[in-house]
């Protein structure tokens, strides 16, 4: 998570828009590990990572849209997600590489870092439309407890389905 937290910050934090219950929830609990970052407030506003990766945490406060639970998480790291996927594509080279080697170490991969850095100095160079699709969606997912936990339990063939669907 401090990787996670330090690419954001890397990257200059990134803008957020809070409920009341999400601000709050967020200025008066743990999950803005950081005590001096409690500071959020209701709207629109810029995060750094570690009040991003404390947003990104919530399970008990709805979304705007209403989603609570994993369904609320969910929607939060789809949203921070595609702010910050926005954020690296407009982003220049060395700050593209220097977020790379930020995460690589945290990824499994068989590919060479220079293969890697050549991949990403290939994309930069494009001027690329980024779409973002989530898999599974969430109409394809089921709330259960299962051992006493709370998780969402995915229907495998309605994701294999959609999936195939938004690739052609």
Known sequence: MDGFESCIDQLGGTTVT??????DYLNNTNYISKKQY???????????????????RIRQVPTADGDNGDYGRTRRLVQVWQQLSKQVFQSDLPVILSLAKEVLPTIKTDLSADEISEYLEAF???????QN????????????????????VTDLNAASIALRAYME
């Open 18 to 23: 809070l409920t009341t219950k999400e601000s």
């Open 38 to 56: 409690r500071n959020t407030i209701e709207g629109e506003q810029h995060l750094n990572g570690n009040q991003v990766l404390g947003y990104l």
């Open 124 to 130: 930069s160079s494009q001027d690329t439309t980024l």
């Open 133 to 152: 699709f989530c898999i599974p969606c969430v109409e394809d997912c089921n709330a259960q407890v299962i051992d006493g936990k709370s998780v969402l």
